[in-house]
Nanobody, 122 residues
Framework: QVQLVESGGGLVQAGGSLRLSCAAS????????MGWFRQVSGKEREFVGI???????YYADSVKGRFTISRDNAKNTVYLQMNSLKPEDTAVYYC????????????????WGQGTQVTVSS
């Protein structure tokens, strides 16, 4: 089992920045690929980015160049730095963990945090 707890959400003006944290406990954190997803009420959960155990990252086109994922395996924590935020980034943000093949699809992830609300005002 892996337990994930997100923090760092909030309200920010367009153009501002937020950093989300996802603290993991349980099994060996470094073995897991860590994904970030977001969801707007009534819509499907959307892929934001992924950090592999190697530290390599990949992002959805909608956030590329604005969002950065980093991970600290010693602290069992992954971060999502969000810059140049836009109103359309407003959503509940989730971190998730999986082992095995790469996937950008939310249903392929095994463990999930509780989510944190990010609201970007125009």
């Amino acid at each position: 089992q892996v337990q994930l707890v997100e923090s760092g959400g909030g309200l920010v003006q367009a153009g501002g920045s937020l950093r989300l944290s996802c603290a993991a406990s349980g099994r060996t954190f470094s073995n897991y690929a860590m994904g970030w997803f977001r969801q707007v009420s009534g819509k499907e959960r959307e892929f934001v980015g992924i950090s592999w155990s190697s530290g390599r990252t990949y992002y959805a086109d909608s956030v590329k160049g604005r969002f950065t994922i980093s991970r600290d395996n010693a602290k069992n924590t992954v971060y999502l730095q969000m810059n140049s935020l836009k109103p359309e980034d407003t959503a509940v943000y989730y971190c998730a963990a999986k082992i095995g093949s790469t996937s950008y699809y939310w249903a392929d992830y095994t463990y999930w945090g509780q989510g944190t609300q990010v609201t970007v005002s125009s």
